[in-house]
């Protein structure tokens, strides 16, 4: 299972990435006025942070394999390592202005790791060859297979779809590829 935190730009893109690939995606957002969009994106499950523990949702759905962190919330993103499952990875592009706090032992007990990406450049996602096919939500049109990053940035900034930074495919494929 694949878990998004935050749903906005590079959000977006990881829940369609996440449920293109196959992966049960669950979606984590503020509020359940995000819920359609996070379905509609792909997401199987909603979680609404603000109704709970999200990391108890998660655990009670199995756990998260990994988590991609995109809300840059300090607090938030320390509170995610106890929905990973075992040998799960909490993967960080956001740069929170204040430090995470985790617990060693949620870390060690349950064979956990955080890890921090600085997402690059789309030179370095085209160059893994990554291919994909993404339905974009604002349509319900599919994006064929093609080098990801290139192709969603140029749509990206030609529908105003998405922020207009460069690095959100890089960080996405990065990802999954890993999880392959």
Not at 32 to 43: F, I, N, Q, R, S
Not at 57 to 77: E, F, H, M, S
Not at 87 to 114: H, I, M, Y
Not at 128 to 133: A, D, F, P, R
Request: charged residues 20%; glycine residues 12%; contains cysteine.
């Amino acid at each position: 299972m694949v878990a998004v935190h935050g749903i906005g730009g590079l959000g977006h893109l990881g829940i369609q990435y996440a449920r293109q690939m196959g992966f049960e995606t669950v979606a984590l957002g503020r509020g359940k006025d995000k819920e359609p969009l996070a379905k509609k994106l792909g997401a199987h499950h909603y979680i609404d942070s603000d109704a709970g523990d999200a990391a108890a949702q998660l655990q009670k759905l199995g756990g998260a394999r990994v988590i991609l962190a995109t809300a840059p919330n300090a607090k938030a993103i320390s509170a995610m390592v106890d929905g990973l499952s075992a040998n799960g990875k909490l993967v960080v592009p956001a740069a929170p202005n204040e430090p995470l706090t985790v617990s060693a032992a949620s870390l060690f007990l349950g064979r956990r790791s955080v890890v921090g990406w600085y997402s690059g450049t789309a030179k370095d996602s085209q160059d893994l060859g990554i291919q994909c096919v993404v339905r974009r939500a604002s349509d319900d049109r599919e994006i064929p297979a093609k080098p990801c990053v290139g192709s969603l940035r140029a749509d990206a900034q030609r529908q105003s779809a998405f922020p207009r930074r460069p690095d959100h495919g890089a960080m996405t494929s990065f990802l999954f590829r890993s999880l392959s």
